[in-house]
């Protein structure tokens, strides 16, 4: 079984620092296998944004924590016009990650994380067809029998925020095909600021068995109708259990935990859990 940490959306430069000083306890006292930042580490990647959650990152690597992270498209100089076309992602790479596409194998569990963000869209990410072949061909060579985990800033789903509904990632078609071919388990992401749990076949016929976990923001002040959060996620054989700690104020609280099996090609909530709280 594998425990992750799924934070998102940290926004250093316009984040919390209480709450961060939370969110770091909070990982210390899990002791994940691995924590998964899906992106917008930063408010608008600046230098000094840059280095505020490279501190962040070294905090938990010194506690011995392995990190996993994605761009976001607050990665991606907004304002700086050459930098944003040229080297948009010069500053993430130095301070981050040099690879934008990191592989974490654990026991039981393969996570990939591809970068959506883009230079030309200022809010939407977009996924290429290098990058499909490159989930493909990725898992090919992974263990058939671990639970595959895709990692991305933005959802690569439609799904409802409130009485709206955000934007798929751009050419998300091309990505429902390498998820459903690659067989993908789970798929976490961030962007929109509020945690949500579904089933991808709930969500398009054609998609895969995939366990599609949205992450609130984490540390930033900017919330969006939920206060900020974030998930842990515990995989085990043809299960997983997903719990999202809400910021209360003062500490981090569980909000809600939900079991979640694999029968066949889709996700059901196992009902044994929902009898037992009843």
């Known amino acids: 079984m594998a425990r992750l940490i799924h934070l998102s959306d940290l926004h250093f430069g316009a984040h919390d620092p209480a709450i961060v000083d939370a969110v770091e306890q909070q990982v210390n006292e899990a002791d994940p296998d691995l924590v998964v930042i899906s992106g917008d580490l930063t408010q608008r990647a600046k230098t000094e944004q840059f ?44 301070y981050i990650d040099e690879t934008l596409c990191p592989l974490f194998e654990l026991p039981g569990a393969i996570v990939l994380g591809i970068n959506t963000a883009r230079s030309f869209t200022f809010k939407d990410g977009r996924i290429s067809r290098e990058q499909t072949d490159f989930i493909r061909k990725t898992f090919e060579r992974t263990d058939p029998q671990a639970m595959r985990i895709l990692v991305t800033h933005h959802p690569l789903f439609a799904l409802p ?59 930033s002040t900017r919330v969006r109708e939920q206060p900020q959060s974030f998930n842990r996620i515990e995989t085990g054989e043809n299960s997983a259990t997903v719990t999202v700690f809400t910021w209360r104020g003062d500490e981090f609280a569980d909000e809600d935990t939900q079991r979640f099996e694999q029968r066949g090609d889709h996700w059901c909530v196992d009902q044994r859990e929902d009898e037992a709280a009843l």
């Open 161 to 219: 925020i409130g009485e709206e509904v955000a934007r798929a990632v751009g050419r998300s078609e091309l990505a429902l095909d390498a998820i459903g071919e690659a067989g993908v388990d789970m798929l976490l992401a961030g962007h929109n600021h509020q945690a949500s749990i579904h089933s991808a076949k709930d969500l398009v016929t054609r998609a895969g068995p995939a366990l599609v976990i949205q992450a609130g923001t984490a540390t």
């Open 51 to 94: 280095q505020q959650a490279c501190r962040f990152l070294e905090r938990l690597r010194d506690n011995a924590h392995d990190v996993l992270a994605v761009p976001g498209n607050h990665d991606v100089p907004l304002y700086d016009v050459l930098r944003r076309f040229l080297s948009p992602l010069t500053r993430y790479m130095r």
